[in-house]
């Protein structure tokens, strides 16, 4: 639980000091004309995006000394305005206990996420919706809710990094095959990933030759 603790620090830390690296650019653009706010976002986003992420998960159950164990993600979002998308993701990952045991599962998250600052390199998210949590082959199948918080950096165009967690708590009480107490299972994952973003339908396209600009209106030499 501590060593959860750290690393969800380390998600916060990072928010913290990417904001302060990356605050002249969310200023630079906050200049942009109102007609054009969001030139940024279509730039380097787009409202279609593949993701994928590999970190770890653990439990919190009913057994002493959790483990953290593999997680995986792999998903799609659609962006329904450059603030809000809604995604689904096919999540795999192992619950474990020291010397008790280690077994596979996997869940199907369907969210809603925001994403703060859609026009910088640099932006916080954070993310809430439901699912349903399953053991290897589906013998077993539960509800569950689940939600996160995360940063993104853009490398590149059409290319981002990310860094989130997220807390996912099951209707169920038997995830860690032991039943006691009142108190139903819960999860925590943490992972780093990529987001790649297509289907981009109104890029800035480049000036044709035939438009009047300042360079070609103002030669340097005159004819």
């Given at each position: 639980?501590?060593?959860?603790?750290?690393?969800?620090f380390?998600?916060?830390f990072?928010?913290?000091?990417?904001?302060?690296?990356?605050?002249?650019?969310?200023?630079?653009?906050?200049?942009?004309?109102?007609?054009?706010s969001?030139?940024?976002?279509?730039?380097?986003?787009?409202?279609?995006?593949?993701?994928?992420?590999?970190?770890?998960?653990?439990?919190?159950?009913?057994?002493?000394?959790?483990?953290?164990?593999?997680?995986?993600?792999?998903?799609?979002?659609?962006?329904?305005?450059?603030?809000?998308?809604?995604?689904?993701?096919?999540?795999?990952?192992?619950?474990a206990?020291?010397?008790?045991?280690?077994?596979?599962?996997?869940?199907?998250?369907?969210?809603?996420?925001?994403?703060?600052?859609?026009d910088?390199?640099?932006?916080?998210?954070?993310?809430?919706?439901?699912?349903?949590?399953?053991?290897?082959?589906?013998?077993?199948?539960?509800?569950?809710?689940?939600?996160?918080i995360?940063?993104?950096?853009?490398?590149?165009?059409?290319?981002?990094?990310?860094?989130f967690?997220?807390?996912?708590?099951?209707?169920?009480?038997?995830?860690?095959?032991?039943?006691?107490?009142?108190?139903?299972?819960?999860?925590?994952?943490?992972?780093?990933?990529?987001?790649?973003?297509?289907?981009?339908?109104?890029?800035?396209?480049?000036?044709?030759?035939?438009?009047?600009?300042?360079?070609?209106?103002?030669?340097?030499?005159?004819?």
């Amino acid at each position: 639980m501590i060593l959860y603790l750290k690393q969800s620090f380390t998600v916060v830390f990072l928010c913290f000091c990417f904001s302060q690296v990356h605050s002249q650019t969310k200023t630079e653009v906050s200049k942009q004309p109102k007609e054009n706010s969001h030139a940024f976002f279509y730039q380097y986003r787009a409202n279609n995006v593949f993701t994928a992420a590999v970190g770890t998960a653990v439990i919190n159950g009913d057994y002493q000394d959790p483990l953290f164990e593999f997680y995986g993600q792999v998903g799609y979002k659609r962006y329904i305005n450059p603030y809000v998308n809604v995604n689904f993701t096919y999540n795999k990952f192992n619950l474990a206990h020291k010397n008790i045991s280690n077994n596979g599962y996997m869940s199907f998250d369907l969210n809603v996420e925001s994403t703060m600052m859609p026009d910088s390199f640099f932006t916080p998210f954070v993310f809430a919706g439901a699912g349903v949590n399953a053991s290897n082959y589906f013998t077993t199948t539960d509800m569950k809710i689940q939600g996160g918080i995360g940063v993104e950096y853009i490398i590149m165009e059409d290319f981002g990094i990310k860094l989130f967690t997220d807390y996912n708590h099951t209707f169920s009480d038997e995830l860690d095959g032991k039943v006691f107490g009142d108190a139903n299972d819960v999860y925590w994952r943490i992972a780093f990933g990529v987001n790649y973003y297509f289907g981009r339908t109104n890029k800035k396209s480049k000036i044709p030759s035939d438009v009047p600009t300042i360079i070609n209106s103002n030669p340097i030499i005159h004819n």
